[in-house]
């Protein structure tokens, strides 16, 4: 009987902080194997040192966000075949234009940071004490906020974006796309103050429209649709003076 060696798949995967290095691996190959499978193999059969984050591992959560030869992607969603194609090996690094904590663990902090500068918090105009404030599912503007409304946060677009790379104090597509829905729901009531929150030289007129945030997110939203829905409403507000 002749044996034979199981496919492999060779793997660099960054190690480190920001001054880190590629480490190599060796993975096995299996049918309907994710990136997120990869980085576990690794972990727990290879180098248990290795840190990263993960959660539902279903495509739910977004927190297994990594760079995956050179593109942000849910690695729980992106399957080797998808990613490896003609190539020899796959490259794994924690997601751009983030701290890098550790490995592929990133500090999300300065994320979060830019929707609070955004005002990305909900601030109705009624009180508990009040009735609830009723929104007809076909209103053209709530149908905007629904459109937006699925980010999960996941930085999955902020690492995609040149901007941010270029300017650091950038909001970013998750942030500004969470103001918009904001802006468009006629529960809110504080749109004039958002629209100075995201006005400025690091708000929605930055935006360059390379359209990265757009293709790459995976709940399909459109960042950019929403960063164009802002510079209007900016425009508009200037036009009537209500700045």
Same mark, same amino acid.
């Given at each position: ?21 590629? %480490? ?8 309907? %194997? ?8 690794? %972990? ?78 909900? %601030? ?120």
């Amino acid at each position: 009987m002749v044996l034979t060696t199981p496919a492999t798949i060779a793997v660099r995967v960054w190690r480190g902080g920001a001054a880190g290095v590629f %480490q190599a691996f060796e993975v096995p190959r299996h049918e309907s %194997q994710t990136v997120l499978d990869v980085v576990t193999y690794i %972990q727990r059969s290879l180098d248990a040192t290795l840190a990263y984050r993960y959660a539902c591992r279903v495509g739910m959560c977004g927190s297994c966000a990594m760079m995956v030869n050179g593109r942000a992607r849910w690695t729980c969603r992106t399957h080797i075949d998808l990613v490896l194609q003609d190539r020899k090996d796959i490259t794994i690094a924690p997601l751009r234009n983030l701290p890098v904590i550790r490995d592929l663990v990133t500090d999300m902090r300065e994320f979060f940071d830019k929707w609070a500068r955004a005002k990305g918090r909900f %601030q109705g105009r009624v009180s508990r004490n009040e009735d609830f404030e009723r929104i007809k599912p076909d209103d053209p503007d709530r149908v905007q906020v629904d459109a937006g409304i699925e980010c999960i946060g996941c930085a999955v677009c902020y690492a995609s974006c040149d901007v941010v790379a270029w300017n650091p104090d950038y909001l970013g597509p998750a942030a500004l796309n969470r103001a918009w829905t904001l802006i468009k729901d006629a529960r809110d009531a504080k749109t004039m103050a958002r629209l100075r929150a995201v006005a400025g030289d690091a708000g929605c007129h930055s935006c360059h429209t390379h359209l990265s945030c757009t293709e790459r997110c995976p709940k399909s939203i459109s960042p950019t649709a929403g960063i164009a829905g802002l510079k209007r409403a900016v425009v508009s507000a200037v036009v009537g003076k209500a700045f």
